[in-house]
């Protein structure tokens, strides 16, 4: 017999936050070759090679807003609409070209290429949405945006 005085269970129930939101998200990897002019001059950490093209294995997160439960927007089609994205940034394998881009920016390119897909959608209701953009999935950066249309 334990010891333990338990508690009776008490039911639960999930309960929607009021302002909260679903979002779908889909991840890739891009294979890539990048550099940064402006790199951090410190004489203690040198990364004075980040100015040079060098490769990563770039790791994409795609985020986008949906508003029902019943799979409004395909995560299949959106990953590899992701995997065109990449390539159309980095370039082929068999074509790779260095870009000059930091994570931070390489996000910014991919969320523009989003904002013309929601501007496509026959819908005008606002939709958030971020891409995280990481250096072989260690460090990187996320860019959060909110999506609207008007006329």
Sequence with gaps: MSMVKRKS?????????PEGTTSIFVTTQVEGIHYWSKAWKDKLLNVNYLKHPHR??????????VYND???????????????IGQKI???LAHLKPIPMSCEM???EIL???QKFVS???DDRIRSASCEV???GENGAIVSVMFCRWS
């Design 9 to 17: 269970v008490k039911k639960t129930k999930m309960l929607q936050l």
């Design 56 to 65: 990563h294995m770039f790791h994409l997160k795609l985020e986008l807003q």
């Design 70 to 84: 019943d799979r409004e927007l395909e995560f299949l089609v959106m990953k590899r609409w992701l995997n065109i």
């Design 90 to 92: 980095f370039g082929d």
């Design 106 to 108: 390489i996000a910014k």
């Design 112 to 114: 523009k290429e989003v």
């Design 120 to 122: 496509s959608l026959d």
């Design 134 to 136: 990481s250096e072989d």
